[in-house]
Nanobody, 121 residues
Framework: QVQLVESGGGLVQPGGSLRLSCEAR????????MGWYRQAPGKQRELVAR???????NYADSVKGRFTISRDNAKMTVYLQMNSLKPEDTAVYYC???????????????WGQGTQVTASS
């Protein structure tokens, strides 16, 4: 059984910062790409940022220069540091990872439960 456990969401004033964490737990052999997506009310889920096992990153244009994704492979954890938050960043943020278990031959796509981020005064 594999699961992604997220933490760190909350309410912050515009211009503030939050740090999200997502830990992969379970019988895990290897983790490939890890990332963060978000979904605002009435909108489709969109990619925020993702990072490969080797540390290559890519970001949505809307968050470049404000958000930073990082990972700790030993802890099987991915982070999202969010600075200069704007009201339009308000959404449920989901962790995503490509994970191979000890009993599987390939990688499967896993999602976290989601954590609410609200930037509002």
């Amino acid at each position: 059984q594999v699961q992604l456990v997220e933490s760190g969401g909350g309410l912050v004033q515009p211009g503030g910062s939050l740090r999200l964490s997502c830990e992969a737990r379970g019988s895990i052999f290897s983790i490939n790409v890890m990332g963060w997506y978000r979904q605002a009310p009435g909108k489709q889920r969109e990619l925020v940022a993702r990072i490969t096992r080797g540390g290559t990153t890519n970001y949505a244009d809307s968050v470049k220069g404000r958000f930073t994704i990082s990972r700790d492979n030993a802890k099987m954890t991915v982070y999202l540091q969010m600075n200069s938050l704007k009201p339009e960043d308000t959404a449920v943020y989901y962790c995503n990872a490509d994970i191979r278990g000890w009993t599987t031959l390939g990688y499967d796509d896993y999602w976290g439960q989601g954590t609410q981020v609200t930037a509002s005064s």
